[in-house]
């Protein structure tokens, strides 16, 4: 789930705002700090897809050796895997983790072409001024 402080902020950031015009500038600061966030976020991601692993690995040695009933093709253990609990919490995070990074590239796409907006914007004042 993306959190609704990153929403407001990205709402924020994205704005062109023609009447206070000098509120527009310091695109490259709010670049880095999406690329920041982006890259704690990919770190967190790693981590959970890791451990996602390990569960799957852990899960499937439960249910191939230890399971009460007898399994007999990987599908059946890969519909038992993916139905455990403690496999789909995790499964969650990571499809969460997942749509975070989606967001934050999509205001990194927003904030590229914010940048260009304002080059067309001033573009546009000259030629309207004529300079």
Known sequence: MIPKEWIEESKEDLKFDREHFENNFGIAYKIAKWLERREEVVKKFLE???????????LF?????????????????????QSDSEFMDIDRKVVEMEQCLKFIDKVLEG???KSWEIKYYLEWKKFVEGM
């Open 61 to 81: 040695e439960y249910y191939k050796t230890e399971y009460d009933l007898v399994v007999n093709t990987k599908e059946e253990i890969k519909l038992l895997i």
């Open 48 to 58: 959970l897809v890791k451990k996602r692993k390990e569960v799957e690995r852990k």
């Open 111 to 113: 904030l590229k072409l």
